[in-house]
């Protein structure tokens, strides 16, 4: 079955852009890009390395992905890029959880390295979680944009473009964790925890290819600013705009204040 073709494609500064009728389209040809990049890599290397998201943006994507035939699971390793301090991976909301619900029970890669949110010594965690990631070259990350213009939990308060750290412990601000109620993760923003595990945002950017999949009307103004605003932590998305090897999949709703 041949992929979904864009409605529209552009570059913003360095960043390539697809915008695609329904977010239906949008997961179909993400995937396939995905997959051939890591089909690409395997053949080159053997191995390959992967950065996954964890967001309800990301379902319809990762659904895609792991039913897609012909890619050797056994051969990728996964890591995750955020995780709240203090839940358990039994938790609803635990994105531990989630990418075990939406990956994990589907393939069997030849390992997935999960944040312990739940640690007793979240410094050491970070330390231990950044230094799997350095053990080897990332191969691809897949990430979304969140209402704040985030980049896994690195807020606008939190962000740093030029962090010197992989993983890193940050507040999330008020924004954020609106965010997580209105996507059902948690009841009201007291629930939600205040602090979080996050891989930095050169962390992300430092794998091979980077692949931002945006889908939904709630991202449209973050969307907007990334791409006409300034490049500034004010919005953390709009760094992806100096990213050469960095693709964005918007579908028309994401699209919608273009």
């Not at 659904?63 to 996964?78: E, F, M, N, P």
């Not at 970070?126 to 230094?131: A, P, T």
């Amino acid at each position: 079955m041949p992929s979904p073709t864009p409605t529209k494609t552009f570059t913003v500064d360095a960043l390539s852009v697809r915008v695609y009728a329904t977010q239906g389209q949008l997961a179909a040809d993400a995937a396939q890009i995905a997959q051939e990049h890591l089909q690409a890599v395997l053949a080159a290397r053997g191995a390959a390395r992967v950065i996954l998201g964890s967001a309800t943006s990301q379902v319809q994507f990762l659904a895609a992905l792991v039913a897609r035939r012909g890619l050797d699971w056994s051969r990728l390793t996964l890591f995750h890029m955020d995780e709240y301090l203090g839940l358990t991976d039994q938790h609803a909301a635990s994105l531990r959880r989630f990418l075990r619900e939406q990956v994990a029970r589907f393939v069997r890669p030849q390992a997935f390295h999960y944040l312990e949110g739940d640690t007793l010594e979240p410094l050491k965690e970070c330390e231990r979680y950044g230094r799997l990631l350095r053990a080897a070259p990332i191969d691809l990350c897949c990430l979304g944009i969140g209402e704040n213009g985030h980049l896994a939990f690195n807020d606008p308060p939190a962000a740093d473009f030029q962090d010197p750290s992989t993983v890193k412990l940050v507040k999330l601000d008020l924004p954020c964790r609106r965010q997580q109620v209105g996507e059902g993760c948690f009841p009201n923003v007291e629930a939600v925890p205040q602090y979080a595990f996050t891989l930095t945002i050169p962390a992300l950017c430092a794998a091979s290819k980077l692949l931002c999949v945006v889908p939904e009307k709630r991202k449209a103004q973050p969307v907007r600013d990334a791409l006409q605003g300034p490049i500034s932590t004010v919005c953390p998305a709009s760094f992806l705009r100096a990213q050469a090897h960095a693709t964005l999949c918007l579908d028309a709703d994401s699209a919608s204040l273009l």
